[in-house]
């Protein structure tokens, strides 16, 4: 079957790092896609990653590893505003996207 | 950047009656649409992949003949909720596929059905 397992929560101190994983298994695979989702509101897209690698845009980064059905989202220099529940989703060949269940993810002072 | 536009953001009804919810592209002609529903504290489920000119795809376990969807345009696509009851409750979110499978999402309808 198709599964993506994420962590349900996170905490982390304002200023620090914070590293998101995410695995996965499809039915084939057409790219892995982070989401930021803030209560009340519609995901806004973070990153899309397809080929192996670390993909670095400002404080956030995503890593995929495909061999490994393996990603994961780097956040640096963490905001109180970054407190927010991450979504990991795969697009399997049907351009179907599996959602896991999202990372709640807390910024403490 | 591209934006998909969803209407209306929010929308109070009677049970029974139906809602429509509309899902625009606007600067960028969306070959696939998504429609999801969230409940609360659970992450997006997809309802139905709807593809321009044809049938869309329903999820098993999505009632077809209650949740309408169609996609008659590259821009547009519509979700209606027919005979709506109280347990339709949710926030639904469409979102819009680029050739190169970039996926914009809007800004999600939620949906309280009195």
């Known amino acids: 079957g198709q599964n993506i397992d994420q962590p349900t929560e996170m905490t982390a101190t304002e200023g620090a790092i914070v590293q998101i994983n995410c695995t996965y298994q499809?039915?084939?695979?057409?790219?892995l896609f982070w989401y930021q989702q803030h209560a009340g509101e519609a995901p806004t897209f973070l990153s899309y990653?397809?080929l192996d690698g670390l993909e670095e845009k400002g404080r956030f980064s995503s890593f995929l590893s495909r061999s490994k059905g393996y990603s994961y989202l780097l956040l640096k220099e963490l905001q109180m505003k970054d407190s927010a529940s991450y979504l990991c989703?795969?697009?399997?060949?049907?351009?179907?996207?599996?959602w896991g269940a999202g990372t709640k993810l807390i910024i403490k002072p | 950047g591209a934006v998909v536009s969803q209407h209306p953001s929010w929308v109070i009804c009677k049970s029974g009656t139906s809602v429509k919810i509309e899902c625009r592209s606007l600067?960028?002609?969306?070959?696939?649409m998504f429609w999801y529903r969230q409940f609360p504290k659970q992450s997006l489920m997809l309802m139905a992949t709807?593809?321009?000119?044809?049938?869309?795809?329903?999820e098993q376990g999505v009632e077809k003949d209650k949740f309408l969807i169609n996609h008659a345009s590259l821009t547009l696509s519509t979700l209606t909720v027919t005979s709506a009851h109280p347990e339709d409750s949710s926030f639904y979110i469409c979102?819009?596929?680029?050739?190169?499978?970039?996926?914009?999402f809007g800004n999600g309808t939620r949906l309280t059905v009195t």
């Open positions: 979102s819009a596929m680029l050739r190169d499978t970039n996926i914009h």
């Open positions: 990653n397809v």
């Open positions: 989703a795969a697009m399997d060949s049907n351009y179907q996207l599996i």
């Open positions: 600067d960028f002609q969306a070959t696939t």
């Open positions: 709807s593809n321009e000119g044809s049938k869309a795809t329903y």
């Open positions: 499809t039915s084939g695979f057409n790219g």
